[in-house]
């Protein structure tokens, strides 16, 4: 059964600076493309962050770039986002995302709470 353990949200200021972890299992991690969504109040869910499988290679919305990192650790079956930097509009619940052909797993979601 596939299921995912996030972690590493909260409440924090403008400014500062948080770690998102996102352990996955029930599936082949290492062959799934992972991606960070988020989803702010009243607004559409958006990827934030994009890393593919095998040669991990990145891509991020324009917004966070220079300020989000996503990484993996496929022996770990994780997949991580450092946010640096964040602004008052990060505020949002955030999920990890993993894709592969016609699988599509999400995990519930984590509140990320920036403060102006």
């Known amino acids: 059964q596939v299921h995912f353990v996030e972690s590493g949200g909260g409440l924090l200021q403008a400014g500062g600076v948080l770690r998102l972890s996102c352990e996955g299992a029930?599936?082949?991690?290492?062959?799934?493309?992972m991606n960070w969504y988020r989803q702010a109040p009243g607004k559409e869910r958006e990827m934030v962050a994009h890393?593919?499988?095998?040669?991990?290679?990145?891509n991020y919305l324009d917004s966070v770039k220079g300020r989000f990192t996503i990484s993996r650790d496929d022996a770990k079956n994780t997949v991580y986002l450092q946010m640096n930097s964040l602004k008052f509009e990060g505020t949002a619940v955030y999920y990890c995302?993993?894709?592969?052909?016609?699988?599509?797993?999400w995990g519930q979601g984590i509140q990320v709470t920036v403060s102006s």
């Open positions: 029930g599936f082949a991690f290492r062959s799934y493309y």
């Open positions: 890393i593919t499988r095998h040669d991990h290679i990145t």
């Open positions: 995302n993993a894709e592969a052909g016609p699988y599509d797993y």
